[in-house]
């Protein structure tokens, strides 16, 4: 997490609260988007978005290379 947070700081121009709010939204679950966990998924027990993104790049490059 603290390279996505050192990323917004040098996006915002070191501006901390934007950077907090960005990162607050980014982290949320949204409602509207009942597939999207928001980045959360990344970090939480069994990093479940973390083997869903494995996956699809694994998959993605056999497709490509054979």
Do not use: T
């Not at 070191?14 to 928001?38: N, T």
């Amino acid at each position: 997490m603290n390279f996505m947070v050192g990323f917004l700081l040098m996006v915002s121009g070191g501006r901390e609260k934007e950077s907090y709010w960005v990162f607050s939204a980014l982290m949320q679950k949204r409602k509207e988007i009942p597939v999207m966990d928001g980045l959360r998924g990344m970090y939480i027990q069994d990093f479940p978005m973390w083997h869903k993104y494995c996956y699809v790049f694994q998959s993605f490059f056999k497709e490509i290379l054979p």
